[in-house]
């Protein structure tokens, strides 16, 4: 017996965002090819949900971890993980969101902290996350997320919970990609010791090779989503993301699930249907996307402008294949894909020539009208390369826009001053 | 009334914290000397030494505007960052022969990829600095100092021996020694330096010849032997902060009363606290020793908190500190967490701290600071 139940404090934002996501998947409907797109995700991030309320309740072990932390390490292992951070992402739909985002700013010295990460700050102060059994630190990209870990570490109630972070080199080459992967090997010590479950090497490469065909899937949706009119919105890049690297990575049911947009896409792009009926201008999104942004700004885009997101930071997908001969093979091929591949880290972690070679890349291979770079306030990194993405806009002749923004509070620049500046700059560019 | 020794060599460290080029940089350039500059208290300034080059800490001084910088990096960018990205632009630092970077923060190592891009330097290096601090992310420092030692002889044409860097050690060691002893004397109920000067001559450490810098601080402490100019404050002060280097910002707070008369800062004592080994084999190892293990943590190192913690609290100690100023600079995550953190310990010690928010420039926060620093000082009570 833990001790533990359903009413514990800690567990009321998990069963609100459960509920709130749960209440989303009765809504959804299918597409004209059939499929609904949407279920396999959100009723994925339900179920999710719900197995860390038991774990939780049951003592069963289960981690606070990350996207970019080889997450095909922990579906080998059988290890379910909770980030922290999603609490932000889905604020939205989360009525009490306002008063939280303001108190999370009393709480720490301003307001200009990142958003998610002031939140996660606070609601583990407040004790609103469940305690797991070890704690997968984040400490890259970016200051914010080494610094709540540390806010987290010395948490009363979390100090006691045992700790790895893996320590992030700046660059990419095979000296980091090696050091990654010993970091990765420790870090799979850590895990066993504190979980008690095992990691199995043949399980691992089974997962790996479902999580490379995932990959290839992902691609082959994203060189559909190059057709005019594309087929797929910026919504769609954040479930297949989602797909790829949370809920189900390594999973056969992700796979299934790619398979069926391939054919919705496919079949889209066929008809010569877009996911905007009248697809005037192609937006490549470089930041997070959050529910808000993909529920109020990306429709009004899509109605007012014509315009679709044809290409966003976490939908694009450099990843490699990851060989699975060897033990060493797959922790390197894990290394370069948390380093080097994984949406953000790759653009955030190191020097900034990678912001401006994405853009390059995709505004020729997605044939982007325009690059939107939001700004986003948690995103200091990004932000001091904007003048060079800037620049490198101009260098293609494509449009750049930078907003300066929160991606999570509507209030920071409201929606309102969101539509202003994006119709002004639509205009003053001659576009749609 | 707080007072100045009468001093030749505190006169030229108050330029030096004045001016970018001061005097003595400025003889050794005319020399034909070279100087290279760095961001941050993590870089090694020993492998510059020991490179025949003057390291000089990059600072925004006198600067007013960051018009040019603000094409490259926007408004939630650190403003000594804008402040400094700016005159590197105008061309302020243009006599530097090379610059390093390390990734010590998400703005300053951007201004590392627009400084390679826009201004033109020489040489421009980058290191990766762990975030860790285990013998495993030494042995990486250690690579990274070799990458730079050799990064730095193949652009000057020459050899870094270990000799050199022996040198080069016991050099920035002695400047450390030194430095700490002036720290010593602001133990004293009636210190014979104010917080502000203390400052500069902190600042001049990282701007002028090193070896003309250790003589000039040994002369100082010489002529600070049984001086009391401090006598009428009110409370001693510890400031905590990342880049603070103004001097007349602890001027502001000193005349209010308050002697600020300790610190934990990156222009401060976590530059010298500790030595750099100078017994050890290999000079290489002693230094990456020493930067990821020995020298005071600043918070971008993961895991280090409580470690960070003690060593303010022992200053408060050692120091008989009344009250800490932590200061951050707006836009900075780094010092928001350690700050947050750092409040509850000192109030579980019942140790009266104020936490201010502040920019580069003065001229922007400091109506504000005076009357929270009036405000707080009140608030701590029982004047001594
Ligand atoms: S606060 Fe830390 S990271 Fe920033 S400059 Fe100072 S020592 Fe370097
Ligand atoms: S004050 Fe903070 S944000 Fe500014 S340079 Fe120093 S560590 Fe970076």
């Given amino acids: ?432 | 009334m707080k007072t100045r020794v009468k001093s030749k060599a505190l006169e030229a460290f108050v330029e030096a914290a004045e001016t970018i080029v001061n005097p003595q940089l400025k003889k050794w350039i005319e020399q034909g000397g070279k100087v290279m500059g760095y961001f941050c208290c993590y870089a090694p300034e020993e492998v510059i030494t020991a490179a025949g080059m003057v390291p000089f800490r990059v600072r925004a001084t006198g600067s007013t505007s960051t018009e040019l910088a603000d094409a490259y990096l926007t408004n939630i960018n650190c403003s000594f960052c804008r402040h400094a990205f700016n005159m590197g632009l105008r061309g302020d630092y243009d006599f530097l022969e090379a610059v390093v970077w390390l990734n010590n923060c998400d703005h300053i190592r951007r201004i590392y990829d627009n400084w390679r891009r826009k201004v033109g330097t020489p040489l421009a290096h980058m290191m990766s600095l762990p975030k860790l601090t285990t013998d495993k992310q030494v042995g990486w420092w250690r690579e990274e100092l070799a990458i730079l030692k050799e990064a730095l002889e193949k652009h000057l044409g020459i050899t870094i021996t270990n000799e050199k860097l022996r040198r080069a050690i016991k050099t920035h060691n002695e400047t450390r020694r030194l430095l700490r002893q002036l720290y010593e004397l602001r133990r004293k109920d009636n210190p014979p330096i104010t917080g502000a000067d203390t400052l500069a001559v902190v600042i001049a450490s990282t701007a002028m010849p090193r070896e003309q810098f250790n003589k000039m601080l040994a002369e100082l402490l010489d002529e600070l032997k049984g001086a009391e100019v401090t006598k009428d404050y009110k409370y001693r002060l510890m400031l905590v902060s990342s880049i603070l280097d103004d001097p007349k910002y602890v001027k502001v707070i000193e005349d209010l009363g308050g002697l600020v008369v300790t610190d934990s800062m990156c222009f401060g004592s976590r530059m010298f606290w500790a030595d750099v080994d100078e017994k050890a084999k290999d000079p290489l190892d002693a230094l990456a020793r020493y930067y990821i293990q020995v020298k005071p943590a600043c918070p971008r190192m993961f895991g280090g908190f409580l470690q960070r913690s003690k060593f303010v609290m022992d200053m408060v100690k050692e120091f008989k500190v009344d009250g800490i100023i932590g200061l951050r600079m707006v836009f900075c995550d780094l010092w928001a967490g350690e700050l947050f953190m750092q409040e509850k310990d000192l109030q579980t010690a019942s140790i009266p701290v104020l936490h201010m928010d502040r920019e580069y420039l003065m001229a922007g926060t400091i109506g504000q600071a005076r009357t929270r620093v009036q405000a707080f000082m009140e608030s701590i009570g029982g004047e001594r």
């Fill in chain 1, 1 to 432: 017996m833990t001790g533990r139940s359903m009413n514990d404090k800690c567990l009321q934002k998990l069963v609100q965002e459960r509920d709130m996501l749960g209440m989303m998947v009765e809504t959804f409907t299918k597409t004209s090819t059939g499929i609904d797109l949407h279920y396999v995700p959100t009723k994925a991030f339900v179920d999710h949900h719900n197995e860390i309320i038991r774990r939780y309740i049951s003592g069963e072990p289960f981690i606070t971890s990350y996207f970019c932390c080889a997450p095909e390490i922990y579906t080998a292992m059988d290890l379910p993980w909770n980030t922290f951070l999603t609490p932000a992402f889905t604020g939205a739909i989360t009525p009490t969101f306002h008063d939280e985002i303001d108190a999370s700013g009393k709480m720490f010295t301003g307001m200009d902290l990142c958003t998610i990460i002031r939140l996660a700050g606070y609601y583990v102060e407040e004790d609103l996350v469940p305690p797991p059994t070890a704690v997968i630190a984040m400490i890259h990209p970016c200051d914010g997320i080494n610094v709540v870990h540390q806010v987290m570490a010395k948490n009363e109630k979390w100090n006691k919970i045992p700790v790895f972070g893996a320590d992030p080199p700046y660059w990419e080459d095979e000296r980091s990609y090696e050091y990654y992967a010993d970091e990765l090997k420790k870090m799979v010590e850590f895990l066993q010791k504190h979980t008690g479950l095992p990691l199995d090497t043949s399980r691992l490469r089974e997962v790996i090779k479902e999580s490379n065909k995932q990959i290839t899937l992902w691609q082959e949706w994203n060189d559909l989503r190059r057709a005019v009119p594309c087929p797929h919105g910026g919504g769609m890049g954040l479930e297949m993301f989602g797909e790829a690297t949370t809920v189900h990575t390594g999973m056969p049911v992700g796979t299934a699930w790619m398979k069926d947009v391939i054919a919705d896409a496919e079949s889209l792009v066929r008809q010569g249907k877009g996911a905007v009926p009248k697809e005037r201008i192609r937006l490549f999104w470089f930041d997070i996307l959050s529910l808000g942004l993909t529920l109020e700004l990306f429709p009004w885009l899509e109605q007012e402008w014509g315009a679709v997101v044809a290409m966003e930071m976490f939908g694009y997908s450099p990843y490699t294949q990851i060989d699975t001969s060897t033990e060493d093979s797959m922790f390197r091929g894990l290394a370069v894909r948390a380093l080097h591949e994984v949406p953000m880290i790759r653009q955030a972690r190191g020097v900034a020539d990678l912001f401006l070679t994405d853009i390059e890349r995709i505004v020729k291979d997605w044939k982007i009208d325009c690059v939107v770079y939001p700004g986003y306030m948690g995103h200091k990194d990004g932000s001091g390369s904007a003048g060079l993405m800037r620049e490198k806009c101009r260098e293609l002749g494509v449009p750049f826009l930078y907003i300066g923004m929160d991606l999570f509070d509507d209030r920071y620049t409201t929606l309102d001053e969101l539509k202003d500046k994006f119709s002004k700059f639509f205009t003053s560019m001659g576009m749609g």
